[in-house]
């Protein structure tokens, strides 16, 4: 997840509140009077824990490997136009139970960020009393938002393709099926 700052003006005297943000790869903070966003992971997951902490190392593999798992959705989609079943088993029951499957790795990765912030690098730039799911004088960034509605649509997604099966199944399709048609748009 990345990170970006918050740059807010009180109203009246003009004077900048800023607000500096932390996320999974790089950090936005204030040095001199302007803005500086920098990388934790200089040296990816080699990077030392107390500069990028464990439980973002365990996060980054969670939410990337929840990515690969959703990627065998993208190739079940294009099956789906040839094959209707692998093993039995209908392609868009598979395809549900592979984005169930990815939405809950999405999910251990977004509790692992917040419990990263007690990292002492995290503490020098949102202030001591940072722990793990407490932000302290940070912010959240767009990046975490956007990653959970990530995550509501990848379960939403997997809801669908149980409608799908449901719908593929029916009677009607089976019939058309057996008629040799295989684009069939029901109305």
Request: net charge positive; aromatic share 12%.
């Amino acid at each position: 997840m990345f990170s970006g700052f918050s740059l807010f003006l009180l109203p009246g005297n003009g004077t900048e509140l800023y607000t500096p943000t932390v996320g999974i790869f790089n950090r936005c903070t204030r040095l001199y009077g302007r803005s500086h966003c920098a990388n934790f992971n200089v040296d990816g997951l080699a990077t030392d824990s107390n500069v990028f902490p464990g439980c973002w190392k365990a996060s980054l593999f969670f939410l990337s490997l929840g990515l690969a798992v959703m990627s065998i959705t993208v190739i079940a989609a294009l099956l789906g136009c040839c094959v209707q079943s692998i093993g039995r088993k209908s392609i868009f029951n598979l395809a549900g139970v592979a984005q169930a499957v990815a939405g809950i790795l999405y999910l251990f990765g977004m509790i692992l960020y917040p419990a990263g912030w007690g990292a002492e690098r995290v503490q020098r730039i949102c202030g001591p009393e940072a722990d793990a799911f407490y932000l302290a004088n940070c912010s959240l960034g767009w990046a975490f938002y956007s990653a959970t509605i990530g995550v509501v649509l990848t379960f939403l997604c997997a809801v669908f393709s149980g409608q799908a099966e449901k719908s593929t199944a029916s009677d009607k399709i089976q019939d058309k099926m057996n008629e040799g048609k295989t684009l069939i748009c029901l109305a």
